[in-house]
Each structure stands twice: as C-alpha cells, then as structure tokens.
C-alpha cells in the first residue's frame, strides 16, 4: 500500500509507508485495500483517505473516511463481492475496523463536480455493509481529495478530479449551512443526543470557518476559529462539545443536557445569520 500525504502524520515507519499513526487502523486499511483490488480487478483505480486523515485534526474519535476510484459502475456482482468484503473486515474485531466510512466512485463521476450528489455506494461509520447514497458525493470531498487526499493505492488523487473553484465550494458550504440549520430546527428531537448535540456545535463552526476562508479545515481549527472569532457568549458551548467527542457509540444513546440542547439550537440559528451576513471572505 503506497501512500502519498499532503500534511498531518509522517510516513515512514521503519521505511515502510503508513497512512495514519494508529497499527490497528493501518491494518484495517491494508485490508480494505487487499480486498477491493481482488474485487474489482482491472476495474480498480484507487484508494484513498478523505476527512481528518487528510485535511488534519484527527485523533481515535475520528472516523476513517476513504474513497475507492472505479473505472466505471460497479455491476451486481462486484457489489455482492464487496458486500461480504465489508462485512467480513467490520467483523475481525479491530475496533478501528467498525469506524471506516465511505463511497465507491466510478472515476468519471469523480471528476466532474457538478455530478455532486448523484447515489453512490457508501458504508457508513459503525455499518457492515453498502447502501446507495450522496453522502460522499459532495464538492467539498472533492476539495479535501484533491487538495490533501491521501493515496493508499493508485495515481495521485488530484490527477483524478478537475480543479474545484473558490465560488462553487463556497456555494455548497453555504446550502449545507442553510438546508441541515433548517432541519435541525423542524427536527429537534432526532439530534437530541449527546453525540449529536457536540457534533452539530463543532461542525457548524468549522463549516461557517470554511466558507469564510474558501477551503476545508479540522473540527479542532473549525473550534479554535469560532472561539475568537465569533461572539464570545458561545466558547463554553464549544468548549464542552470538544470535550464530548469520545465514545460516539456510548453518547448517541444517551440524552444530550437541556441547556446545552437549547443553546445549540440557539447556536444553529446564530451561524446561520452569519452564514448570510459574511458569505465569503477570511475573518481575522
């Protein structure tokens, strides 16, 4: 498994090239990786990690995000092969082996961006199996793949996906803001969960950091950001969400505090004016 990485974790170790500091995720990885080239055989173009493991700012709470590049649409059996693939890695045992999240694109679907939201196969943080969906399929993992994709097999990422311009990524960015803010408030009660209620908190930080700055960042300097940056009533908030990233598993069942339930909401609506207000355009 080659990698080459655009910033965060050194690479060698023991002259050998690793993807992410952690054994156990790098073996999960190596599997994935084995596994896929098996399937897919001349239909495999390449593998690659997205989210945290590139942009920056993971640690162990963090998902693995990857992306598998196919020459075209996977036919049915491919997928029934990759099926029992998934499902034989989320049952090894490895814990990071539960935490890989990501999509199958067939290589001219990722290259263009205005195909941004068509289904692709995804497997989901903490799932054992494929499921059609646009979760990956967004301009934004174009962004962080071109600019800081991590290669664990293949060509080099950005050879694979058209430059993405300033504008058209600071237009998705701020649809996101808009359209999840106005499901959160028609829907409360779905992210009423400790899991949830941090992790709306240090996305949307980041996310109204991104389009100010016109590139993606870390949940952590999305929270540094907005804690000098944004009405300083909120860093308590932000603060305690950082503080309640560990064990997703565990806080996704247990109910979020009130108060700290309430402010979000608050915070959801307060990101969305600025959102408005100052679409583009670092801020100090």
């Known amino acids: 498994m080659g990698v080459r990485r655009t910033g ?28 896929v080239e ?33 020459e075209s649409e996977l036919t049915e059996e491919q997928v029934g092969a990759l099926q029992s693939l998934h499902g ?6 490895k814990e990071w082996s539960k935490h890989l999240e990501g999509s199958y694109f067939p ?45 664990l097999a293949g060509p080099e990422s950005d050879t694979l996906i058209d430059p993405v311009p300033v504008a058209v990524l600071r237009t998705e ?5 808009a359209s999840w803010g106005r499901e959160i408030l028609a829907y409360p009660d779905r992210y009423r969960n400790r899991f ?15 389009l100010r700055a016109g590139s993606i960042s870390s949940k952590r300097i999305g929270a540094d950001w907005a804690k000098l940056s944004l009405d300083p009533t909120w ?11 560990p064990d997703p598993a565990r806080s996704v069942r247990e109910p979020a505090d009130a108060t700290d339930f309430e402010r979000t909401l608050r915070f959801v609506r307060y990101i969305m004016l600025e959102s408005v207000r100052s679409p583009e355009g670092p801020k100090a």
């Open 8 to 35: 965060g974790f050194p690479t060698h170790n023991d002259g050998v090239m690793v993807p992410t500091p952690y054994p156990e995720l790098n073996e999960a990885l190596h599997d994935l990786v084995d596994g």
């Open 38 to 70: 098996v399937v897919l055989a001349t239909g495999f173009v390449g593998a690659y990690l997205q989210g945290s493991f590139a942009v920056g700012g993971f640690d162990e709470h963090s998902d693995a995000d990857f992306a598998v590049v196919t």
């Open 88 to 93: 034989r890695i989320f049952d090894e045992g």
């Open 107 to 151: 290589a001219p679907t990722l290259r263009n961006a205005s195909r941004a939201g068509e289904e692709l196969w995804y497997l989901d943080n903490g799932h054992r199996s494929l499921e059609r969906s646009s979760h990956c399929n967004t301009v934004v993992v174009r962004w962080i793949l071109r600019e800081h994709g991590v290669t």
């Open 173 to 177: 960015i701020a649809n996101d803001i």
């Open 196 to 210: 949830y209620q941090s992790f709306i908190v240090l996305n949307l930080s980041r996310m109204l950091h991104d």
């Open 235 to 245: 860093s308590d908030l932000i603060d305690r969400a950082w503080g309640g990233r």
